[in-house]
């Protein structure tokens, strides 16, 4: 590392945010420059389909670090830019405008963008009340249509759907979700977990239908606007707004066009390093090894972001800080506030510990005596704990899992 | 503008100008205090901004709702005076506040 060496980072979300001012901690000791293509200053996206859609936190209050925090941390920011190509055998970052820009390392934290739906194609997509959430200008152009008494269509049952339904029923709207598989939630939780969410989301005046494939859209030939969803069973959905939250799709063209190796993700080990020892990657984009649970993974998770950024940078400038955390999620809908930990993948039992019909309870994934992953419903403190058993995969014995009357702390080894 | 020292578990100190109304946690990660990881962003669900509040400040502070009360409950080396430094704004009753970070931040 040289004083003129430069770090580059692709990609202005939470993983190159936290990346390019930890590289500056962590005492690299040249340049580095902060390439986002959105104008805003780098911003929390969880709120987006929270707090921000809901209008009760201003877009002041999204931005990760203040504007002073990069000026401290000599971190250049370079937004509303685009990168085109990047050249590994000249080092070199080539920008659409015609700049280019030369590294010493580099970074990917490219992140990911909303799975296009198929039946959009139709033309769907250039319709002004047809929109994915994934970005601030996203929220901003729905918000101009999220009015008391609109009629809503959600495609999509995730937790970005979910979410978007709790707070617009709250706002007034009139809410339809559709999903496609039998049940909401259904590639993150158990069956019981997303029952649940189903019967409270009705509660609230959602009409939440499952097991309903989208396949066309009828557009008003004047307006361009959506005004009716099709289904698949023959429904016919009156809408004034569209939101579709089908997913993410990693965005790693950019490096399996550099020649990165490239598999559902930009491949990465614990170090946050790629295939190019010159050239690490955090976030979304990503794709690793875990340790805990023996598998490649690739995470759409706000935490993992921050602690993949926080090994790359520290690799960047010579260090060795081994990422492998038990990736957590959290999604607050109405007064539940849903926190997870691990991945469930492969659990043979399900065990629940609480009340459901007092909305305060934790489900347990088991895989003989080991807790592969935990689903937390305003349980806070049985989250923190949860985490620990999680990632240090400490057994338990089912019976007295179960039983709220014994604390679950109790259930740790003794120290 | 009001005054904010955090003192990291090392003891080092870092005095602070804050704004009013921006939490203690943003302030400490605008000014890049080690220490103050703020995972989730602030709402609540990560426990990744623990601190201690001097003592002197305790009462002057709006107390815990139960959501934050939850999270330190389980969270590493909790006290008395723990807060989550997320969900302490600067306010004119806060102004001069003087925090400490757990040993679990370091």
């Known amino acids: 590392m040289r004083r003129d060496d430069v770090f580059v980072v692709i990609g202005a979300g939470h993983a190159g945010a936290e990346l390019a001012v930890q590289a500056r901690e962590q005492g690299w000791p040249g340049r580095i420059v902060l390439v986002g293509n959105e104008q805003a200053l780098p911003y929390h996206r969880p709120p987006l389909s929270k707090a921000y859609l809901a209008g009760s936190a201003s877009l002041e209050t999204l931005a990760l670090k203040a504007r002073s925090t990069y000026d401290k941390a000599a971190v250049d920011l370079l937004l509303g830019r685009q990168v085109s190509r990047v050249d590994r055998a000249a080092a070199r970052v080539d920008f659409e405008d015609g700049a280019s820009l ?9 992140g990911g963008r909303a799975r296009p739906l198929p039946a959009a194609a139709s033309g769907a997509e250039s319709a002004s009340n047809f929109h994915y959430l994934r970005s601030l200008g996203d929220v901003d152009r729905i918000r101009t249509r999220f009015v008391p008494g609109a009629r809503l269509s959600i495609v999509g049952g995730g937790y970005v759907g979910l979410e978007v339904a709790a707070i617009a029923v709250q706002h007034g709207l009139k809410v339809v979700v559709l999903e496609a598989a039998s049940r909401v939630l259904a590639r993150v939780t158990a069956p019981r977990l997303s029952s649940f969410y189903e019967q409270v989301h009705r509660a609230a005046g959602v009409d939440l239908r ?36 089908i997913g993410l799709l990693p965005n790693t063209e950019l490096a399996a066009r550099a020649g990165l190796a490239v598999d559902d993700g930009i491949l990465v080990d614990a170090g946050s390093r790629t295939s190019d020892p010159a050239i690490v990657a955090a976030g979304d984009c990503t794709r690793f090894h875990s340790a805990l649970y023996g598998r490649s993974i690739r995470l759409e998770s706000v935490p993992n972001a921050l602690e993949q950024s926080r090994s790359a940078a520290a690799t960047v400038c010579g260090k060795e800080r081994i990422h492998d955390s038990a990736p957590w999620f959290w999604s607050d809908q109405y007064d539940l506030k849903l926190k997870m930990v691990g991945l469930s993948h492969g659990y043979d039992q399900l065990l629940l510990r609480g009340s459901v019909e007092e909305r305060s309870f934790s489900a347990f994934y088991l895989k003989g005596h080991r807790i592969l ?39 740790l080894p003794a120290a | 503008m009001y005054k904010l020292t955090i003192i990291e578990f090392s003891g080092k100190e870092h005095r602070l100008e804050a704004e009013d109304g921006k939490s203690v946690m943003q302030t400490a990660v605008d000014a890049m205090v080690p220490g103050i990881m703020a995972d989730c962003g602030g709402s609540c669900s990560c426990a990744t901004c623990h601190c201690y509040v001097d003592e002197a400040w305790i009462a002057r502070l709006q107390p815990a709702e139960s959501a934050e009360r939850d999270m330190l409950e389980c969270a590493l080396d909790p006290q008395d005076n723990s807060r989550l430094s997320c969900q302490l704004r600067m306010t004119p009753q806060s102004d001069g506040l003087v925090v400490r970070l757990p040993k679990s931040q370091v």
């Open chain 1, 102 to 110: 030369h590294y010493a390392r580099l970074a990917f934290a490219t």
């Open chain 1, 373 to 411: 992953a935990v689903d937390t419903v305003n349980r806070a403190p049985e989250f923190m704990l949860a985490k620990r058993f999680v990632a240090e995969r400490i057994p338990v014995d089912p019976e007295r899992l179960v039983d709220d009357a014994v604390p679950l702390k109790s259930l």
């Open chain 1, 210 to 245: 499952t097991g309903v494939q989208v396949d066309g859209f009828q557009l008003d030939r004047e307006s361009g606007l959506v005004t009716q969803v099709h289904c698949s069973d023959g429904e016919r959905v009156d809408t004034d707004l569209v939101i579709a939250g």
